[in-house]
């Protein structure tokens, strides 16, 4: 999976830093901004901390591959590289932990209740068992290894979580916590929401109705081996085999779909909204296998996007079959025509 494996890859890149390269540099008006609206500083907070984090010897340093791999994603929540990487510092989580008022924790936000975060077994959590004891999670978490030739396990845990993490973090240790997003994937069981072109909240398309949309044969939200629709970047057999791992062959077929129409964000990335009035949209359909094969085309898609619902018009060489499935239409924003 790419994108954990760029988000693996943070924790072991420190690179060398000159203290001096910044000294004699005023610090533009727009960076101290950036940190006042992301870190909640004050200006003349935002200009010590700036300076400080410039002067760190072992300051954490995104390679540019890997930030280049969730770079559009992390401007979109205003971050640039630098404020990004002083997001995942010790530094910062210190400064978290140190404002987290035990005797009244504040409440997460459901967004960040849904972000998932790697935790590093490591240092004041070297194992599944003290990471399940500071979260106080109900069970052990997930555990994931990377692929190089030194074995590091991450956690896998929830934003709720990583609050009771910080706050119950003993005094003057520290953890390495990485982001990721995923694309949100919200099916009804009992209603066509969220479906491509098709506004669920109208009466004649809710359950009750005699003459709703949805039907039993749409996919739910843990139905494998399930048809995607690909209209982008995934819609290419390389870059989709290099993601998913020679695990999970490849075979796309010519499709299209109705109810959408595409744009294109970051003035390069193709993305796919409702056109309520049937447009159609041509691309390849794709049989995704089970959950992981699933998990990595979502780390892939990032937030900025969502599974929702849609027919496929697959063309085979017996005709048009067409099939129940599943695409992912954008959500982080207005698009370009």
Known sequence: MDILQACEDLA???????PFEYSDVEIPKEQIQRWQHLFGFREEEAIKELSNWRADFGRTSIPLLVWQEISQEKKRLGYDKEAYEYSLSSRWLSRQAKAQNPTSPSSPTKT?????????LEGSIPDAAALQRLAELPAPP???SDQG?????????NGKEKEKLLANLPTGSSTTILSISRARKDLSHDSAYPTLGLDT???QNRPSSPTATHQKSHPGKEDYPVWYFFYGTLADEDRLGRLLGPDHPVSLIPAWIIGGRLGTWAA???ALVDDFGGGRVYGHGF????????DALRYYETGAYEVVRCEIYLETHHGVNIVKGLTFRFTAGN???
């Open 201 to 203: 909240t109208l009466p």
């Open 268 to 270: 390069k990335y193709k």
């Open 287 to 294: 049989l995704v296998q089970d959950k992981e094969a699933e």
């Open 142 to 144: 997930e555990i994931k």
């Open 149 to 157: 030739e030194t074995t590091e396990l991450f956690a896998v845990i």
């Open 12 to 18: 072991n890149s420190i690179t060398s830093f000159n």
């Open 335 to 337: 698009l370009e025509e």
């Open 112 to 120: 960040q209740a849904e972000s998932i975060y790697l935790v590093k």
